[in-house]
């Protein structure tokens, strides 16, 4: 990979200048108070992009993979991955894209890339729903305390249970939506590794009715699940994420699979 440099800056703030994207450089006088507002750490990078579209994110991807350029994705509760430690690459924002929404009707919640664990559980309470379904004496505060992986990492796990789709943004910038019905083999393993094969702006889950118990409603059940996969095995699923990791990022722009940490509950 190779570090951001004042050139490549110039053009990547080019390549958005006709979007509501913010690009910052080391140079900018506020930049280091908003390093210390992101929380990103001691890393130097060569620019922060605080993205508002999954198109504007498309773009970064397409910039940062044709030339060579690591990348680092702060966000909510969904977009924990680093392509690697190596400085002087770009941050990836998502912090204002945070925005979540209930559909009471369909009992579904989209959330956006940046959203926190609050945000969701807030907006779905104002409709009477949860995102996590009550089961036995379980209550929404403390049912499945277990953790996720991937975005996921530190949310309750029946989480991932109950993901219903993700729209995702690939190395090469290509934009797209996967379930248990569409590209059911990128769903399959975003249920393992997810921050390792792309960066997701937006997120939806089923939700349910306060108070009210519900059995457990796995994603493989409810929807047909990834049905080519059979059960889910852990480390012996390992193969087939190498070879889904080498199509859909065959340069490692989100890192390897040897530090991501695997989901094997599934």
Same mark, same amino acid.
Request: some cysteine; proline content about 5%.
């Given at each position: =990979?190779?570090?951001?440099?004042?050139? #490549?800056?110039?053009?990547?703030?080019?390549?958005l200048q006709d979007t509501r994207a913010e690009v910052? *450089?080391?140079?900018?006088?506020?930049?280091?108070?908003?390093?210390?507002?992101?929380?990103?750490?001691e890393a130097e990078?060569?620019?922060i992009v605080q993205v508002t579209t999954t198109d504007?994110?498309?773009? +970064?991807?397409? !910039?940062?993979?044709? &030339?060579?350029?690591?990348?680092?994705? &702060?966000?909510?509760?969904?977009? *924990?991955?680093?392509?690697s430690g190596e400085e002087g690459g770009i941050v990836i924002s998502l912090a204002r =894209? @945070?925005? $979540?929404?209930?559909?009471?009707?369909?009992? *579904?919640?989209?959330? %956006?890339?940046?959203? #926190?664990?609050?945000?969701? +559980?807030?907006?779905?309470g104002a409709s009477g729903l949860t995102v996590v379904p009550v089961t036995g004496d379980d209550t929404p505060a403390d049912a499945?305390?277990?953790?996720?992986?991937?975005?996921?990492t530190g949310c309750?796990?029946?989480i991932t249970d109950n993901l219903v789709s993700v729209k995702i943004v690939l190395a090469d910038g290509s934009i797209v939506t996967t379930s248990s019905t569409e590209k059911p083999d990128l769903f399959w393993a975003l249920h393992h590794a997810g921050g390792v094969f792309g960066l997701?702006?937006?997120? $939806?889950? #089923?939700? !349910?009715? %306060?108070?009210? %118990?519900?059995?457990?409603?796995? @994603?493989?059940?409810?929807?047909?699940?990834?049905?080519?996969?059979?059960? !889910?095995?852990?480390?012996?699923?390992?193969?087939r994420l190498q070879k889904l990791k080498r199509q859909y990022d065959p340069y490692g722009l989100f890192g390897s699979l040897d530090g991501a940490s695997f989901d094997t509950r599934k």
């Amino acid at each position: =990979m190779t570090r951001l440099s004042c050139r #490549r800056a110039i053009e990547l703030k080019a390549t958005l200048q006709d979007t509501r994207a913010e690009v910052h *450089t080391p140079g900018d006088g506020d930049y280091a108070e908003r390093v210390r507002g992101l929380e990103l750490g001691e890393a130097e990078s060569g620019a922060i992009v605080q993205v508002t579209t999954t198109d504007e994110v498309s773009r +970064v991807l397409s !910039y940062a993979s044709k &030339h060579h350029i690591p990348i680092v994705v &702060h966000g909510g509760a969904f977009a *924990t991955s680093s392509s690697s430690g190596e400085e002087g690459g770009i941050v990836i924002s998502l912090a204002r =894209m @945070s925005k $979540v929404v209930v559909d009471p009707a369909s009992r *579904t919640l989209a959330a %956006q890339g940046g959203a #926190r664990w609050e945000d969701l +559980v807030g907006v779905a309470g104002a409709s009477g729903l949860t995102v996590v379904p009550v089961t036995g004496d379980d209550t929404p505060a403390d049912a499945g305390t277990g953790a996720g992986s991937g975005w996921l990492t530190g949310c309750p796990g029946p989480i991932t249970d109950n993901l219903v789709s993700v729209k995702i943004v690939l190395a090469d910038g290509s934009i797209v939506t996967t379930s248990s019905t569409e590209k059911p083999d990128l769903f399959w393993a975003l249920h393992h590794a997810g921050g390792v094969f792309g960066l997701a702006t937006e997120l $939806v889950f #089923r939700v !349910y009715p %306060q108070g009210r %118990q519900e059995g457990p409603t796995k @994603s493989s059940e409810a929807d047909g699940g990834p049905k080519d996969g059979g059960e !889910y095995s852990g480390e012996d699923d390992l193969p087939r994420l190498q070879k889904l990791k080498r199509q859909y990022d065959p340069y490692g722009l989100f890192g390897s699979l040897d530090g991501a940490s695997f989901d094997t509950r599934k």
